[in-house]
């Protein structure tokens, strides 16, 4: 991704949260993202963000295995290695039911959650900027990305008449890179000093 | 004004003064600091039991099954009570977690971390009986359905053992990606509290590089929906399947149609039964009370009472049916091997532990009371334990032909294996309650504006006011 300027408000109370996304959205400013430590109900409706999709997916992944299952099992029975299993029918639909509704569920579970991590870019050694190190424990954490038009200090001033605490500006990637918690990244933080110079 | 409002008739769910950063506090603090003796103790014993489980089941691989007393009238015994009796248990997790989440029931936050990490154990432990009692283990893979030279032969799709196979599995599969993908914002706390260089990495892998972003958390949001939606059903099917093992067989005792629900049902008293044993020690050791009030016990025990009672009426719908169905082999292995007979003692064990003693919880009182429910817990796995072991042993031991009757007790091997398991169970699960969250932070945060004790004490401006004003300030809140 990119190294982007950021200037970051804190609020405590979503109540002086949902006001304030909504100035600032009003406001024009380019909202960055809204980091919350647990699921605030109607906020990505706030923010604007259109509904995910997900549930689409765990849908096509579940008939996929729906159709494994089943094509798998006739295709043994009928095709690859048809056997007199006491007499009974190549294609035992009713016993079937129980692998087929197994796999179902499995391909659903495991699609959906792959996807919902390659979509959010989760994976164990992925390293993302953390704005506020209290955006997991009980802050509200807004942050707008400035862009060319925007004047920073007009963004803070903006920002702590919406009511947001702890105002900051911040150089930061965006994005997502491999590296540790427990170390600053030599290669990350050389790509900010570019920026900066 | 918040948007959710609940009444003040509803008991707090969570209690004390609290805000979001307390519940942080107060939950994740166990895990940043030293454990205390009791956790060691505990966790070597369990260690212990774990060492002579695997020596137990070394001891079985190296000289044969046939260290096992069980025999040709009595080929499942332990191994496969210990099976049924360890998948049922995993069912409460699955249960908290999934279907009081379709449910809409408050009071899950507090406890579904900790019973999900049940269930996940619970699985580990069920999935090693079958295995193992195969005999020979290292031919375990071929049942698994993999192209091979011999032919290639398939597995029996048919087969209701194979159903198990799928059903075991996937149900543990998809228990650890829910179980998972819950705990990622929980790990992320963790991480970013950190004072020390190795809590940071460990966390920081952990927690997959999850920042709280309110895009993450709407997908978040619908994966956990969509994964309860499969839960319920599949928690279901998997102890369904189970039944199959037993019901499609033509064995006196085991052939009869009420086994799926019956099963489903002992499975979740006893899967809220081991969940009550865990928590109040728990709650008790990480001084967690304030999260796992008294409230979220009596409604447990309100399910336990309610699936102890169906358990009861399908006991009694079991010797109906026995007699009326006017068939001659059935009516003696109900009335006079399983209610009678020298194995007859474990069919009244599991009658009082089941039906009988579970009926204290009509009373509120019991029901709240912390030492009746820890003592129940422990009467009522018992009892779920014997109910396997006589659906298992008292329909086989007496078979068609008299001279094949035989009686069964287990060998030190059996013993041994049946402990290693308690010994894997718990040195999990004290791993987990030192390591893991065991109470989901994020879930108690997004419930305690509306359920917390501090804050419900807000809402009487609420109570008093019309029903019309409130839902114009709702329309107009944002």
Redesign the interface.
Known sequence: MAVKKFVVGLFDD??VL??AV?KVRTAGYKLH????????????H??G?R??S??TA?FIY?ITGTTTALS??SW??NV??PLN?GG?PHF?LP??I??T???T??F???G??MT??Y??????????H?FH??????KFVMVIELTEKTNAEEVKSFLAAAGAQDINEQKAEAG?WFG????DDEPYLRKIQTANA | MHLKYESTLREPLVDGVKDYHQVTEDIISPIEGKPGKLWYVGFFISLTLLGFGAFSVFWQIYFGVGVWNLNKTIGWGWDITNFVWWVGIGHAGTLISAILLLFRQGWRTGVNRAAEAMTIFAVMCAGQFPIIHMGRVWMAFFILPYPNTRGPVWVNFNSPLLWDVFAISTYFTVSLLFWYSGLLPDFATVRDRAKTKLRKLLYGVAAFGWTGSTKHWQRHEALSLVLAGLSTPLVLSVHTIVSFDFATSVIPGWHTTIFPPYFVAGAIFSGFAMVQTLLIITRKVLHLEEYITLGHMEAMNKVIVLTGSVVGCAYLTELFMAWYGANPYEFATFFKYRAAGPLGWSYWIMMTCNVITPQVFWFRKMRRNVMVTFVMSIIVNIGMWFERFVIICTSLYRDYLPSSWAYYRPSWPEVGFYMGTFGLFFTCFFLFAKYFPVIAVAEIKAVLKTSGENYKEKMEVYEEESAEKFAHDVAHAH
Do not use: N, S
Not at chain 1, 35 to 44: E, I, N, Q, S
Not at chain 1, 120 to 128: A, S
Not at chain 1, 180 to 183: L, S
């Open positions: 979503e109540a949902f006001p909504k993202d809204v980091y919350t430590p647990f699921p605030v109900h109607g906020l990505d706030a923010m963000l509904e995910t997900l549930h765990g579940g798998f099992m043994v029975f690859d290695w299993i009974k035992p016993a079937f129980p692998i509704f197994e796999l569920v499995l659903a579970a495991v959906m959650v919902f991590c979509l959010c870019q989760l994976m164990p050694g992925v390293k993302k953390i190190p209290r955006q997991t424990d009980d997502w540790r918690y427990d170390k």
